[in-house]
Each structure stands twice: as C-alpha cells, then as structure tokens.
C-alpha cells in the first residue's frame, strides 16, 4: 500500500535505509533475526540487500505498515495500517502528547523532543555542563521544547539515540554510524543517559507486545531520517564536527 508519509524514503541514502530495516529484520533484546518478519524472504530482497536498498524501500514500507495492524486483518484486506496510524499508537503507547490535527512531521518532532527531555533527566549535572556550560538541567529540558528539529543540537542528540539504537542491538549496520559519530563529546556524554532510557523501552515493548519491539525503534528512525535526509553530508559534517 502506497503510504504519501513514507515517499522521502526513496531519498535516503543506502546506508540509512540499512539502518531502519534492520529493526525490521533484527529483535531489540537480543540482535538475533526476528521469526516473524517477512521481508528478508523476498526475492526483491535476495537481490538488493544491502548494495540496493531503494529497491527496496516498498517492501520494508509494507512489512511496517503489516507490523501496525491486526494480523487477521491484514490478511483480509491484503496490507497493514497507513504509516501514520503506527506513528500514533506508538506515540500513545510512549505517552507523547499530540492530536489528530497534528501532521505527521509534528507528532514525530514530538516523539524525539520526549525522548530527547527524558534522557537528559536522567543525566547528572556535571553531565549537562558539558553539553552547554551555561545552562542547567532544568533549563536544557526547557530550551529543548523550543529548540526547531533542524537545529544542531537537536540533531546531534537525536543522533546519538538512533545510534544507541543500533549498537545496543550489537548490529554490524550501526558501526559505520557510530564511527562517525562516536567520538564525539555529545554522544559521549549522553552514552550512559541514553542507554537508560533504551533499557526502560525495552521494558515497555515486552509489556505492550512483540509488534512494539518494530514499530517503536522504526518510527524513531524514521522520524530521525525525515529531519536530516534534506542536509549534505558537508553539512552534517560540520554539525558533528
């Protein structure tokens, strides 16, 4: 099914789309390849994975979309749920304020704000001084409600979430990103905080159920990918650099 909130996904780079699809085809708690994905038993996917990972972005689009709704059904209408439909019951699931006037791009900068505002909770004061000398705790947490998703430092702590994302998973997809970014002071810091608040998602996905343990971390990424896709690699460079 055709899904208007997904089309930039044909604009992502390789290496990016390896980056959600292996929360499809990889489970969170242990790394280990999911029994209950179909994407990887495709032919499409024989073919093109990893080196030609646009071909195929309608199937990891579909097995998303299948992992959102109802298995019974989904085999009677013959697809999932729209993109959008997964981004709400995760962001209700998450306890992410939003409402159904919200477009999508705003209940996703929503989602990464939260996450974003709870990690840097559970980061101790000396912590936050190296991230901004001049601000405290509580005054980061405010001036990330106000802080635009394009910005530096929204991106950058956003970054270091999705890469925490994959190497908690010990996926090899995630070393090239974490090569980029891992020597960083940021991703540094917010390491520790970060992986706090993956461990309670983890815990959250077993209580709501399987079906969580995909759609939360993809629409993480996805969420992440639409911020920067738009920005060169000169220019998110210069951000990290």
């Known amino acids: 099914m055709k899904d208007q909130d997904l089309e930039f996904l044909y604009e992502c780079s390789n290496e990016q789309l390896q980056m959600l699809s292996s929360h499809i085809l990889y489970d969170a708690k242990d790394g280990k390849r999911r029994h209950t994905e179909a994407l990887s038993s495709s032919a499409t996917f024989l073919e093109n994975y990893p080196h030609n990972m646009k071909a195929l972005v309608p199937n990891i689009i579909d097995e998303l979309q299948r992992f959102g709704g109802n298995t019974v059904k989904n085999l009677i209408r013959g697809h999932g749920v729209p993109y959008r439909e997964v981004l709400e019951n995760v962001a209700y699931k998450l306890k992410v ?111 709501a159920g399987p079906a969580y343990r995909v759609m939360i971390p993809c629409t993480i990424t996805i969420a992440y990918l639409r911020m920067i896709y738009r920005k060169s690699d000169e220019e998110l460079t210069a951000i990290f650099g």
């Open 97 to 207: 304020p939003f409402n159904k006037a919200h477009p999508t791009e705003g209940i996703e900068e929503n989602l990464l704000r939260q996450l974003l505002i709870v990690s840097i909770d559970k980061m101790e004061e000396e912590d936050i001084k190296h991230l901004n000398d001049s601000l405290a705790k509580e005054d980061l947490k405010k001036k990330l409600a106000f802080l635009k998703v394009g910005n530096p430092l929204f991106i950058k702590l956003t970054t270091t979430i999705v890469v925490q994302l994959l190497a908690k998973q010990g996926l090899a997809q995630a070393a090239g990103v974490v090569a980029k970014f891992a020597g960083g002071r940021v991703f540094a810091v917010l390491a520790g905080p970060v992986g706090l608040l993956l461990s309670s998602l983890w815990a959250a996905y077993d209580i």
